[in-house]
């Protein structure tokens, strides 16, 4: 698991590319508005209210997304990696890798990996339902592109398993719905993520996802189970399909430290911020935890185990004390 983004500000006082094309592309009232917001709904709130969250800023405009994505460069990244994925999936078929699979690791594909595209799937809409809710287009932006990220990660794995069940023999490609809906080693996922998905603030739906969901959760499975234990077991394919979300994360994560920070560190609203992010940890990673537990079985699966789920866990456990420890925050 690589390192992460440290939230410090060096940003120069020349406007980057990125918001020369970004910044006040959405327009407040406290920055040029002058009349008010130009569209308003019936019960009088304007297009965009800073009560969409219960946490404070001083300045929602401060944050400046610290990948620096935008529409431009975001479609030729997500381009990028699609033509690598598909290329990978293309080659090994030829080279008729997927019938060299050892036959356990095929059935935990189909069920494992299978279920987990729901996980993505889940945490990508609920990104996609707040992203409309922050109060400015930075916000927007990042969170977005966030959404992207996840969706076309689910997508990825739909059409990778499905190509692959072509050259396999009784290939179930319904099997990883039937795990996430009734296997019990789903269970505390799901209740995680439709915890998330069902949360009205916005800014903790973002912030459960990318500093508690992630490190418990979804890099413990990708990187710490699939990653680590596909190629001890003939798979030489599955890894390339999933270390693009390795990627994703790692630029998620840095643009949530840095809006968390500067919230955190708000002259007036630092201290209250806190508080209820302190009660953000406490609430998502209990259920992480349950999640990630949960999935333990699945370690023991393999014909080939090259890694512990006790060691994936603690680098877990640490990995979001570190990402906690940026932001003055503990479990």
């Known amino acids: 698991m690589a390192g992460f983004y440290s939230a410090v500000d060096t940003r120069a006082q020349r406007a980057t ?13 406290e920055r040029y508005l002058i009349q008010n917001w130009i569209i308003s709904f019936a019960n009088g ?18 944050f400046r997304a610290p990948d620096q994505e935008w529409e431009r460069t975001h479609y030729q990244r997500q381009s990028k990696i699609e033509t690598m994925v598909q290329s990978v999936i293309a080659n090994a078929r030829r080279a008729g890798a ?10 935990i594909l189909q069920a494992h990996l299978g279920a987990w595209k729901h996980a993505e799937f889940g945490l990508g809409t609920s990104l996609m339902q707040a992203q409309r809710y922050g109060y400015t287009q930075m916000i927007n932006n990042a969170t977005l592109t966030n959404s ?35 296997d019990g080693v789903w269970q505390g996922t799901r209740e995680a993520v439709e915890t ?38 003939h798979d030489f394919i599955t890894p390339p399909v999933i270390s693009a979300a390795e990627a994703d994360y790692e630029r998620n994560l840095a643009n949530t430290i840095d809006l968390i920070y500067l ?3 708000d002259d007036l609203h630092g201290e209250q911020n806190k508080k209820l992010f302190q009660g953000w940890v406490t609430k998502h990673a209990a259920l992480a935890d349950k999640a990630a537990l949960g999935l333990q079985p699945i370690w023991s699966m393999p014909h080939s185990k090259p890694i512990a789920f006790t060691d994936v866990r603690a680098q877990s456990q640490e990995r979001l004390a570190r990402i906690l420890g940026e932001l003055g925050l503990k479990r």
């Open 17 to 29: 590319h990125y918001e020369d094309v970004t910044v006040d592309v959405q327009p407040d009232p």
């Open 45 to 62: 709130k304007g297009a965009y209210v800073k009560e969409n969250t219960a946490a404070r800023s001083s300045n929602w405009h401060a």
């Open 98 to 107: 997927p019938k060299t699979f050892d036959k356990v690791w095929t059935k």
């Open 148 to 182: 992207s990220y996840k969706l076309r990660l689910a997508q990825d794995i739909t059409l990778y398993l499905a190509e692959i069940g072509m050259d396999i023999a009784g290939w179930d490609d319904e099997l990883g719905k039937k795990h996430w809906l009734e």
């Open 196 to 233: 998330i998905m069902g949360t009205a603030d916005y800014l903790e739906q973002y912030f459960a996802i990318n500093i508690v969901f992630e490190p418990l959760v979804g890099e413990l499975f990708r990187s710490g189970f699939l990653m680590q234990a596909a190629a001890a077991n």
């Open 263 to 265: 919230l955190a560190n």
